[in-house]
């Protein structure tokens, strides 16, 4: 493969997840969560790293100047998105993430088509493949791997499906659908707490650390039995009154997690060790 083939494979196997969760986000925008989180992690790294090796070999100031601009364009564009999440924009998150894609898929072509081969002109292959190598080394450091913000862009995913479920007026039929969307995403929530993300920080975290871990997963069984039944066994009555209820829990319960453990597992997890952890817990929300 050529070093031009190379980035081009590179950016189809970003590109191609992102459109799977634009178009996810489309048919739902609650699942903007997904479409943060993985750009939070994929996407800006890849910027990042750009900017310090290709751009930086590139000799028209101008041409890099704009698509320094365009990454900072792209990244505020994620973070209007995951602000929306937090309000129930549904509307804004919609329209924002068709902008962020169309944005995105002209981004690449103009590194495809102008940046590499300019590049290429100059530059040996085996020059160009350093370059890439490098690229590639600079975007695994740039991993934020937040497993802090990847679980608080899910409770909010949750809290928009609750809030749905309580909009005025809304039809028994909808709010049945929500309760069941819901409930998959709190239980896998609580799933990948216990044995993926819990269990990680166990490993590192002195025994003084653990004391908040135990009261959370405590509150997990609370709250795991007030959404047990499924669907099928629910009437209109409990629907409503176990969504009251799981309303004044979750609030206590996740604003712990975000201020307190979240925070401290971001902290005291080695950079590459967060890294899996990140992906394992992405890959785990994304099948609910
Ligand atoms: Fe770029
Ligand atoms: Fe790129
Ligand atoms: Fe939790
Ligand atoms: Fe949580």
Not at 18 to 32: F, G, N, Y
Not at 150 to 164: A, C, G, T, V, Y
Not at 207 to 218: F, K, R
Not at 260 to 274: D, E, G, K, V
């Amino acid at each position: 493969m050529t070093t031009m083939e190379k980035l081009h494979a590179h950016h189809e196997k970003l590109i191609g997840t992102i459109r799977e969760l634009v178009e996810r986000t489309k048919a739902d925008p609650a699942e903007a969560s997904l479409l943060v989180s993985y750009c939070g992690e994929f996407l800006l790294a890849h910027a990042e790293a750009e900017e310090s090796t290709l751009y930086n070999a590139d000799a028209n100031a101008e041409f890099v100047d704009k698509m320094v601009r365009e990454h900072r364009e792209i990244k505020e564009l994620l973070e209007s998105i995951g602000n929306a999440l937090g309000t129930g924009g549904a509307s804004l998150i919609i329209s924002e993430s068709a902008r962020f894609m169309e944005l995105l898929n002209a981004h690449f072509l103009e590194e495809e088509n102008i940046l590499m081969p300019r590049l290429s002109n100059k530059m040996s292959e085996g020059e160009m493949e350093n370059l890439i190598t490098e690229a590639h080394r600079v975007e695994g450091e740039k991993k934020r791997s937040d497993i802090w913000s990847l679980f608080e862009l899910d409770h909010k995913r949750i809290d928009l499906n609750m809030s749905r479920m309580r909009m005025p007026g809304v039809h028994l039929d909808a709010a049945r659908h929500y309760y069941s969307r819901m409930r998959g995403q709190l239980l896998k929530h609580i799933e990948l707490e216990e044995t993926v993300l819990f269990p990680a920080f166990e490993e590192h975290a002195n025994p003084g650390q653990m004391g908040p871990v135990q009261v959370m997963i405590s509150e997990h069984r609370e709250i795991v039995s007030i959404i047990s039944p499924s669907l099928e066994d629910i009437d209109e009555e409990s629907l409503r009154s176990r969504t009251d209820l799981l309303i004044g829990k979750l609030a206590v319960h996740n604003k712990k997690e975000e201020l307190i453990l979240y925070p401290m597992i971001n902290r005291t997890l080695q950079a590459s060790h967060r890294a899996r952890v990140f992906k394992e817990s992405f890959d785990g929300l994304a099948a609910a």
